[in-house]
């Protein structure tokens, strides 16, 4: 049995954040509760089983990289062809940049992948964009169900969830984080970048405040859990909160927001303060979403380490230390092994790590994967966005800053290369293919037999993957141009890909 939940105040978690402290003096009450199992990995909608409520509603890919273990891309058969079968209007919309000016963005963007979900057979698409707006949208046909408004943009993926306290019919509920407020300066206590919606109507259910710590920004870029009944969620001032989205108390500005159970304490540590120190605060952000293995919850962090929790209390249990800036989400492989790209800031050379978590940190490291030097815009190089893991074979893919999007053996290695700090070597593994997308800071997206990959170049780039006894490779079969860059992660279902682009469009692409 676990142990009991605490209930954290509003005002001891604005103590708990606005000074980077977690004490046993902030525990107010307990409450004992069972805990539900781990949610499962996407499946195909025929071998999905049903929520026990709300009639037939499958979550599908209800969450970033398709459920806790961050490992899945693709549901179903992969593309054959690129052609436009719809394409709907995101928009623009206006946000704050960390120095204070105010621009307009277009389209979705980092990570930015669509949910999906099925309501009666009917395949719905969740996806947040840059027009401050979060939409429910028919899969088929692009038509919008729903449109919710939020304060700014909105980056990352959104979460979907069954929660049964909730009233019949109103069950499933979406959670989405966005930037910290187009209208609001930092420190504002009216800043609350996560908020809950009805899967059903879009009706706003609930908001999280977030306040400021000693990182530079106040948002929220992560896709939140659904893990033993409780509401995981990471935001970028450097803490994992655990909420209860159904005990919901006053918040700031008299909306509602839920109970806080547990905090990690900061995700960083005084020398991280320092060394990662820019204008407007430290690069302390928790960018990347909560990955789950066994009793333990992985993230990763811009102050350069990745962190291994508690499950339970999100104490810190496991701390991997690299220096540099992970923006990346953790993936959990099929073996219980860790893969998480960098990118390089802060230290010589960016790229990929694998990390065995049953190691002590200092010995974790099973290979890393050193990408080009090479930049574009304000990378330097490395790896910003996660890895994409193949359903069947010991294939991984991720696409790089310096131009390229990469496919190599996870099992194998074929040599070795630089670390990060340029002077520890480690095993690189074994390199499939090595494709141009013009420099990338998305994740691609795997099938058995094709693989999808877009980038700055401003094209969406498909992939034969052809397997041959055990040796693989891959070739292009086909390119789709759009009129912006690409920055957000594909979602494969049933022989379409729907990705979102800069130019102000979500795209469904496919053979028609």
């Not at 929660?163 to 019919?169: K, V």
């Not at 893991?389 to 070795?416: I, K, Q, W």
């Amino acid at each position: 049995m676990r142990p009991s939940r605490r209930h954290v105040s509003w005002r001891a978690i604005v103590l708990i954040l606005g000074l980077g402290v977690l004490t046993a003096s902030i525990v107010l009450g307990i409450r004992a509760c069972g805990a539900d199992s781990e949610e499962s990995p996407a499946v195909p909608p025929e071998q999905a089983v049903p929520t026990p409520a709300d009639d037939a509603i499958v979550l599908a890919h209800p969450t970033y990289l398709g459920g806790p273990r961050r490992d899945v891309t693709g549901i179903g058969k992969g593309p054959d062809a690129l052609d436009v079968l719809w394409k709907l209007e995101i928009g623009s919309g206006p946000t704050i940049l960390p120095d204070g000016r105010s621009v307009t963005w277009s389209g979705t963007g980092w990570t930015g992948q669509p949910t999906l979900t099925f309501d009666h057979d009917v395949p719905s698409l969740v996806v947040g964009g840059y027009d401050h707006g979060l939409r429910r949208i028919d899969a088929l046909d692009g038509t919008v169900a729903w449109r919710a408004e939020l304060d700014d943009v909105v980056k990352g993926t959104n979460t979907v969830y069954h929660d049964p306290r909730r009233p019949a019919g109103d069950r499933v509920v979406v959670v989405t984080g966005s930037r910290r407020g187009a209208t609001l300066a930092i420190g504002d206590s009216a800043i609350a970048p996560l908020r809950a919606f009805s899967f059903a109507t879009g009706a706003e259910l609930w908001r999280l405040p977030v306040p400021r710590t000693e990182n530079y920004s106040q948002d929220v870029d992560a896709s939140p859990l659904w893990l033993d009944g409780r509401l995981i969620v990471a935001v970028e001032p450097g803490h994992v909160l655990a909420l209860d989205p159904e005990d919901l108390i006053p918040g700031p500005g008299g909306h509602p927001m839920p109970s806080i159970l547990a905090s990690s304490p900061p995700l960083w540590s005084p020398e991280d303060v320092a060394s990662h120190a820019q204008e407007n605060g430290s690069n302390l952000s928790l960018e990347g979403s909560p990955a789950v293995l066994g009793d333990r919850i992985y993230i990763a962090s811009s102050s350069g380490h990745v962190y291994g929790l508690d499950r339970e209390t999100l104490a810190i249990e496991w701390d991997f230390e690299a220096q540099g800036d992970f923006d990346a989400t953790v993936v959990v492989t099929p073996d219980g092994k860790l893969l998480v790209g960098m990118e390089r800031q802060y230290v010589d050379h960016g790229g990929v790590f694998l990390l065995d978590p049953e190691k002590p940190p200092a010995d974790a490291v099973v290979w890393f994967f050193q990408t080009a030097d090479r930049g574009v815009g304000e990378w330097a190089g490395g790896v910003v966005g996660s890895v994409a893991l193949h359903p069947d074979a010991p294939l991984a893919a991720f696409c790089s800053v310096d131009g390229s999007v990469y496919m190599v053996r996870t099992d194998m290695t074929d040599g070795e290369n630089a670390g990060p700090d340029d002077v520890a070597r480690y095993p690189r593994p074994a390199l499939v293919f090595r494709g141009n997308v013009g420099g990338s800071i998305s994740t691609p997206a795997m099938t058995e037999d094709r693989m999808v990959a877009v980038g700055l170049d401003q094209k969406v780039h498909l992939y034969a993957i052809v397997t041959e006894g055990s040796r693989y490779s891959a070739t292009e079969i086909d390119t789709f141009t759009a009129d912006g860059p690409f920055e957000s992660t594909p979602l494969i279902w049933e022989g379409r890909v729907y990705v979102g682009c800069r130019d102000g469009f979500l795209y469904c692409l496919g053979a028609r």
